[in-house]
Structures are given as C-alpha cells and as structure tokens.
C-alpha cells in the first residue's frame, strides 16, 4: 500500500522560494507534485519516475526543481521566483508501474503567495 506525505507549504511573498517535501512508501513507479488553485481544475506540475525521467508543465520550467532523495523515500519540490498565479493546494501523487494514471494521493498542502 501506497502512503504518501507531504509538508513545506505556507505563505510567501511574490518572488520568494518554497521547498515541498513528500515522504513516501510502498511500491512507485511514478511520482511528482499536482496543484489545484480555487475554481480551477488540478494540474500537473512536476514527476519524476524511478528512472530519474522528469517531466514539468510549461508554467513552472525554470523555476521549480523536483528532485529525490531515495535513501529517505522522499521527494522535493523546490520552488523559486513564486508568483501569485502559484497559489494553490500543492499535492502529491504516485502510481505503480501497473497504471497509466496517478492513483495514490497526499492529503495537499497550502501554498500561497501574496503579491
């Protein structure tokens, strides 16, 4: 069974820098960092497989840095130059190497960022 657990949320300035972090357990083939602003539907911001093949949406390449640390079963999500439009529920998801879609998923984390 597939238990993830993420931390690092909070508030921020436009411009500052956050670290997420998502400890994990069991078997992943795939991991990374969705988001979900208010009204808005969830979206893909960065993954990572057990292959170290990263993959980012367009809106945060060059800002945000997802990385893992596999002796703490962890992943990070480092976000620099934050904006306002980055305000979100920040979750993390994983699959098994068996599904094609993300079916285990942390309980979210609060990121704002005032302007």
């Known amino acids: 069974q597939v238990q993830l657990v993420e931390s690092g949320g909070g508030l921020v300035q436009a411009g500052g820098s956050l670290r997420l972090s998502c400890a994990s357990s069991?078997?992943?083939?795939?991991i990374g960092w969705y988001r979900q602003a208010p009204g808005k539907q969830r979206e893909l911001v960065a993954t990572?497989?057990?292959?170290?093949?990263?993959n980012y949406a367009d809106s945060v390449k060059g800002r945000f840095t997802i990385s893992r640390d596999n002796a703490k079963n962890t992943i990070y999500l480092q976000m620099n130059s934050l904006n306002p439009e980055d305000t979100a529920v920040y979750y993390c998801?994983?699959?098994?190497?068996?599904?094609?879609?993300?079916?285990?998923w942390g309980q979210g984390t609060q990121v704002t960022v005032s302007s």
């Open positions: 990572i497989t057990s292959g170290g093949t990263i």
């Open positions: 069991g078997s992943i083939f795939s």
């Open positions: 998801a994983a699959r098994s190497v068996y599904e094609s879609s993300y079916s285990y």
